[in-house]
């Protein structure tokens, strides 16, 4: 699948990844944009902007990524950006 290709698949919900990555388990995912409630602000920077805001803020959709930290567990990263390579790449497929 191409780049273009993998976006289309993300916007209807299902999980992508590289077959050149070279980790294993590593995919993305589109998290949709939610009104975000002071209530549920564990983030003190974030609570704040929250709480500025009249007690809601939109939270826009973003794509994010399972990946591994140093250490080798799953880790969890927001708002991950496709490199040059990965965008050119043509290997892109669905993670069943």
Known sequence: ???GEAIA??????????KGWNSKG????LKQGVEIQSEWCK????KQLVDQNGGTIVGLPTICM???????NKAILTGWLASTTDMLSDDWEIVK
Do not use: E
């Open 66 to 72: 399972c990946t591994h930290d140093d250490a080798g």
């Open 43 to 46: 983030d003190p920077m974030l």
């Open 1 to 3: 699948m191409t780049f």
């Open 9 to 18: 698949v993300l916007k209807q919900g299902q999980k992508i990844t590289r």
């Open 26 to 29: 590593i995919f993305l995912w």
